[in-house]
């Protein structure tokens, strides 16, 4: 599910390289956000590198080791792509925003509800149903 948005994310990234404003940005934006690019191109490869893993060595069994593999893989991959996020959002933030506190702010802001959605929220909900005996 996340591949297909990362995927546009990165299409929308490599775009701005090659968008005439991206010239207009200080050579720190523009290094940030080859920074956000590279970041999210990681992401990419931890989200594919278990389905891959999968066909090349194991694609007729699914093992506790694999389950394990995959699910480091994918929390990584996501993390990565909080950064990425957060990072361009900085970026993007500075056309908007005449003030780096700020942008750094509300960065800040968007990296934080990524990870509570993505990693808090699912903690809690996962304590809260094995406490609940459900």
């Not at 994310?9 to 010239?23: C, D, E, P, S, V």
């Not at 929390?75 to 933030?93: H, K, Q, Y």
Request: net charge positive; aromatic share 14%.
């Amino acid at each position: 599910m996340v591949l297909p948005g990362i995927q546009a994310l990165f299409g929308f990234q490599w775009i701005a390289f090659f968008n005439q404003r991206f010239t207009d940005l200080t050579h720190t934006y523009q290094s940030l956000h080859l920074a956000a690019t590279a970041v999210v191109a990681i992401s990419a490869a931890l989200l594919m590198t278990p389905a891959a893993y999968h066909r090349a060595a194991r694609s007729k069994a699914i093992s506790e080791h694999f389950i394990s593999l995959s699910t480091r893989l994918i929390l990584s991959g996501m993390f990565c792509l909080s950064l990425g996020i957060a990072t361009d959002f900085f970026v993007i933030s500075s056309f908007v925003v005449n003030s780096l506190p700020l942008c750094f702010g509300l960065a800040s802001m968007i990296w934080l509800v990524l990870i509570a959605l993505w990693f808090a929220y699912p903690v809690i909900t996962a304590r809260t149903t094995n406490s609940n005996g459900n």
